[in-house]
Nanobody, 123 residues
Framework: QVQLVESGGGLVQAGGSLRLSCAASGRTFSNYAVGWFRQAPGKEREFVAAISRSGGSTDYPDSVKGRFTISRDNAKNTVYLQMNSLKPEDTAVYYC????????????????WGQGTQVTVSS
């Protein structure tokens, strides 16, 4: 069992930055790949970023590539999502998720989820 807690969300103006954190407790965190997803009201959950167990591989959709950076510190059991040049369309609840096996863009491969943190970008 892995427990995930997101933090760092808030209200920011367009063009601003936020850094989200995903703190894990429970099993050995380095055994899990981690993904970030977001969900806006009335929309499906959307893949934002993912990072491998070692941190050596990452993946982003075109919508955030070049603006968002995912990283991890396994010694601190934490994954980060640095978000720059934020746009109003980035407004959503952001979730982190951990995968024991394969990882990627499909939310179904993730085994554990946090409760989410709200990010609101004003224009």
């Amino acid at each position: 069992q892995v427990q995930l807690v997101e933090s760092g969300g808030g209200l920011v103006q367009a063009g601003g930055s936020l850094r989200l954190s995903c703190a894990a407790s429970g099993r050995t965190f380095s055994n899990y790949a981690v993904g970030w997803f977001r969900q806006a009201p009335g929309k499906e959950r959307e893949f934002v970023a993912a990072i491998s167990r070692s941190g050596g591989s990452t993946d982003y959709p075109d919508s955030v590539k070049g603006r968002f950076t995912i990283s991890r510190d396994n010694a601190k059991n934490t994954v980060y999502l640095q978000m720059n040049s934020l746009k109003p369309e980035d407004t959503a609840v952001y979730y982190c998720a951990a995968a024991r096996g394969i990882w990627g863009r499909n939310p179904r491969v993730y085994d554990y989820w946090g409760q989410g943190t709200q990010v609101t970008v004003s224009s």
